[in-house]
């Protein structure tokens, strides 16, 4: 059933980057890509719990099972959960503000402070919890100079280009995959370049020139091409002939074309004067919309809502690594398809990577035990938003809203052993079939297998001897194609006759642990970094371990004092911008110093 939204996503592609591409030619002009999308963000301000009764209760199950599209979903599904929004919070509102680095860790370490979050708190959280020194100001500065570089520098390098005159070579190393997703991204996205769009009267009065209906498409004229009785009545002729074909050339525009030449003629016609061609006008559609021909030199070759979902993931992941290394965390895909639980209601949940903790003990780190979750990333691939109806901002909420739900209940499951539903059901423990033993089914498929070894061996033992008991002479096409059916009917027999209780739903790689949580509070704070377009944004979710109890078990919740959550958003940072992606990997190494601490 597909709710918030299904998972598309391999494990094999959700780490596969794509190579970078090489930058056009510079000041060379090319066919324009389609119009760019315009940047817009979703904004849906949930109403409160008021279309209920004080005493009804709200039954999630009852509400969120009907829906079979994401169409289903309405601003009621929204208000059922009891959701409260703080939008374009700062910082320092979404972790305590001494885990925030200072101003000062933007200058070189040898001339500041390079230990510690800052200088009023490094004695209280020079560790963390893995045992290992909290980073401190080199490690910032590091990576906040490789983010300061020029995007055109940057790709200047990783390209192996020289650099523009002038200015310096850039020389990414801890994110130098970053740069080359980035580079991706704003093939799609990056508009800096492409240039104000001319207005519709400039066109139109462009378009009213003497010099707009003088234009022709025709091989440049020779006297060997074409017999000349009449110089002059040709020449005429000729020049008539051009008006016509710019009148009728191309979809019927009055307007030349960029690649059309100036017909020549003789030399003794050099009196008859021809106005010269020139450069082609956009056509009022042309214009209305940016889009020329063969006058585009900014870097987009597409437009944003064409850009493959598997671009954002990359960028994300490639944006977020070099921070978590240095925290000793790491960035995983989930290894099993999230589902989000209401009671007996799965709900799957888009999740775009998840950010565990590594284990201290080395053996556990090798076959891949990871701690945590610590927090959620989720990148979107809708770009239409404020509409009309308002579906779209619905939704993209509903699915943060799951995704941050969602680690919440794997956290809440610290020191918990999994509960396997109907494991004591009598379907999982006695044979099925009324108890028969089963043995008749199959058995026709078998002896029409290989007559001849059976009657060799005067009985059958199965199909897991069956190889051994052929001949070891080259066996004939429609033999073969007999073993691989009855192989294939055996496996089913086995299926049918097994009795097994369903598969787990935890990942049994994964130690379950709520890591950062307040001891002060009774509220865990979730984080997830969201992504749409190309700007992330830092969530911060506060929820009640009496919250998800009611998810999993139902009940009334209306009048308790934990029935509500509390999102706080930071405003959208650009990746494509300088200050921007600076600001983001200032709140990211601040959520972590702050989950992270010992």
Request: charged share 25%.
């Amino acid at each position: 059933m597909d709710l918030l939204c299904c998972l598309r996503r391999g494990p094999d592609k959700a780490s596969r980057q794509a190579s970078p591409l090489p930058l056009p030619e510079d000041d060379k002009p090319r066919q324009s890509p389609p119009p760019a999308t315009p940047v817009k963000f979703p904004c849906h301000e949930p109403k409160e719990l008021s279309c209920y009764a004080e005493n009804a209760e709200i039954d999630l199950l009852k509400l969120y099972s009907p829906i079979r599209k994401l169409g289903h979903l309405k601003p009621k599904h929204v208000s059922a959960l009891n959701l409260k929004i703080n939008r374009d919070v700062s910082l320092d509102q979404l972790f305590p503000e001494h885990y925030l680095p200072s101003s000062g860790w933007g200058k070189n370490p040898g001339f500041g402070n390079s230990t510690g979050i800052s200088s009023a708190s490094v004695s209280a959280t020079s560790m963390l919890r893995n045992g290992t020194i909290t980073p401190g100001h080199q490690a910032y500065h590091a990576r906040m100079k490789e983010l300061l570089a020029d995007n055109e520098d940057a790709y200047r390098a990783i390209n192996r280009r020289p650099p523009r005159p002038g200015r310096s070579a850039a020389r990414p190393a801890h994110l130098r995959k970053f740069y080359i997703a980035l580079q991706i991204v704003g093939e799609f996205w990056d508009t800096s370049l492409d240039g104000p769009a001319p207005s519709f009267d400039d066109v139109t009065n462009a378009g009213s020139s003497p010099h707009s209906a003088v234009v022709t498409d025709e091989p440049p004229y020779t006297p060997q091409s074409k017999n000349i009785s009449n110089e002059h009545q040709s020449s005429s002729k000729l020049i008539k002939r051009d008006y016509v074909v710019s009148q009728s050339s191309g979809s019927g525009e009055p307007y030349p074309n960029a690649t059309s030449k100036t017909s020549l003629v003789p030399a003794s016609h050099a009196s008859i004067p021809i106005a010269p061609s020139p450069p082609r006008l956009p056509s009022p559609a042309e214009a209305l919309s940016g889009v020329t021909q063969n006058t585009y030199t900014g870097r987009r070759t597409s437009t944003g809502s064409q850009m493959p979902a598997q671009y954002r993931h990359n960028l994300l992941k490639e944006f977020l690594e070099p921070i978590l290394w240095v925290f000793g965390c790491r960035y995983e895909t989930p290894r099993t398809q999230p589902h989000l639980y209401f009671r007996n209601l799965r709900i799957p949940v888009d999740l775009s990577g998840v950010v565990y903790c590594n284990p201290k003990e080395r053996p556990s780190s090798i076959i891949g035990s990871l701690e945590g979750p610590l927090l959620g990333i989720q990148g979107r691939h809708n770009t239409m938003f404020g509409e009309e109806d308002g579906q779209s901002d619905v939704v993209d909420l509903l699915r943060e809203v799951g995704a941050m739900l969602l680690i919440a209940q794997e956290r809440s499951r610290e020191g918990m052993d999994e509960v396997i539903p109907n494991v004591d059901k009598w379907f999982v423990t006695k044979p099925r079939w009324g108890g028969g033993t089963g043995e008749a089914i199959g058995e026709p498929l078998r002896l029409a297998c290989d007559e001849d070894v059976i009657n060799q061996q005067g009985k059958y033992d199965g199909m897991s001897n069956l190889s051994e008991e052929l001949p070891t002479k080259k066996r004939s096409q429609e033999k073969r194609a007999k073993v691989e059916m009855n192989r294939e009917a055996a496996k089913k027999e086995n299926l049918r006759k097994s009795t097994m209780p369903p598969s787990t739903r935890w990942d049994s790689r994964i130690k379950y642990e709520r890591i950062g949580k307040d001891a002060e509070s009774e509220f865990d704070n979730i984080y997830l970094i969201s992504s749409v377009n190309h700007h992330v944004c830092i969530v911060r979710l506060l929820v009640h371990p009496a919250y998800l109890s009611y998810l999993a078990n139902g009940g009334d919740p209306l009048g308790q004092p934990w029935f509500q959550l509390q999102m706080d958003r930071s405003k959208w940072f650009d990746l494509l911008v300088v200050e921007d992606r600076i600001e983001a990997m200032k709140g990211i190494w601040g959520v972590l110093a702050w989950l992270m601490r010992a």
